[in-house]
């Protein structure tokens, strides 16, 4: 069964730095890979996925994210941070077997801007 | 823009209470999902629904139960409210039922159990 390992529970990053979320994955095949971002108070939204091909790839609000195989990561990055970016990130892997599948979810990283 | 809408905000409610959290979407999507959210445990998925009238455990069925008798509709029973139930319960939906199909998510349901 696939699994997710955020590392990090809460990170603090000031404007206008970089930043990079950790992710882990464990899946048997290859895997298809999601980034969430969570505000408070609301439901979660696709922030990129990976299916396959480009292992760097663009999502929304700026962030992108790099597939690397050999140490089963799907790390998130941005290179300039706003304080808008305060949120909550999650990873998830889903399989790419035949029938029905589920997307397994990490437990997430709060982001924290400082000033 | 598909759009998944639960019916509640925040509910307080007491122990033993019979519950129903409502989500609906209106993307026509198949698939349906009900998780809970409680910090440091991320998304554990409760049920999900691939089709009218179907319906699947997740990885944390008990206490709880699903009914979907429309497509665009799909509720959560919590059958006698227990305190431990208190969380944030998300709703999502999906066009396909592969790992490669993203989920839309609702707003949550903060639901407590008093």
């Known amino acids: 069964a696939q699994s997710v390992t955020q590392p990090d529970i809460h990170i603090t990053v000031s404007e206008g730095a970089s930043l990079e979320l950790r992710c882990n994955y464990s899946?048997?095949?290859?895997?298809?890979l999601f980034w969430y971002v969570q505000s408070p108070g609301q439901g979660l939204q696709l922030l990129l996925k990976y299916f396959s091909g480009d292992t760097l790839v663009q999502g929304i609000k700026g962030f992108e994210a790099e597939f690397k195989r050999s140490q089963s990561s799907f790390n998130l990055r941005k290179p300039s941070v706003h304080w808008s970016d305060a949120a909550e990130y999650f990873c998830a892997v889903g399989g790419g077997g035949t029938g029905f599948q589920k997307l397994v979810f990490g437990t997430g990283t709060r982001l924290l801007v400082s000033p | 823009d598909v759009k998944v809408t639960q019916s509640s905000r925040y509910l307080v409610k007491r122990t033993g209470e019979k519950v129903f959290l409502e989500c609906v979407q209106d993307?026509?999507?198949?698939?349906m999902f009900w998780y809970r959210q409680d910090p440091g445990l991320g998304l554990r998925l409760i049920y999900f629904?691939?089709?009218?009238?179907?319906?699947e455990k997740g990885d944390i069925p008990e206490g709880y139960s699903v009914s979907r008798e429309k497509k665009e509709r799909f509720s959560l029973i919590l059958e006698s409210a227990s305190t431990n139930q208190t969380s944030m319960y998300l709703c999502a939906s999906s066009l396909e039922g592969g790992g490669n199909s993203p989920l839309h998510f609702g707003n949550g349901t903060r639901l407590t159990v008093t």
């Open positions: 629904s691939y089709d009218v009238k179907m319906k």
């Open positions: 993307m026509d999507h198949e698939n």
């Open positions: 899946y048997g095949a290859t895997p298809y």
